[in-house]
């Protein structure tokens, strides 16, 4: 079964879920014309911070750059609803922690 995730301003999210198992698959797309390729930005980043050994994020499943479209490992979670002015500090120590 395909869910869709509400709350995305500039992306379509679904979760995909067949028995226990659980995948993320999101759309890219920019009602907006803009250089800033957004796909690509978050294929690029996740692939750094495996990389550099950060394995508490999404795991890229597939990728198809023709269609703008990431499949991803699903970790459960909370939805951050409010942004603070001290999360983006907080995301700081985290990776300087890991």
């Known amino acids: 079964m395909i869910f869709k995730i509400k709350g995305g301003r500039n ?3 679904f979760l995909f879920r067949k028995k226990k198992r659980k ?6 797309k920019s ?6 390729n957004r796909f690509l930005t978050e294929k690029i980043f996740l692939e750094f911070l495996q990389k550099k050994k950060i394995y508490n994020v999404p795991k890229i499943i597939f990728s198809n750059e023709k269609n703008q479209v990431n499949y991803f490992s699903y970790i459960e979670g909370k939805q951050i609803k409010n942004v603070k002015k ?13």
């Open 23 to 28: 995948i993320i698959i999101k759309e890219y």
């Open 31 to 36: 009602k907006y014309s803009t250089k800033y």
């Open 11 to 13: 992306n379509k999210v």
């Open 86 to 98: 001290k999360t983006p500090f907080n995301l700081f120590e985290f990776f300087e922690k890991n």
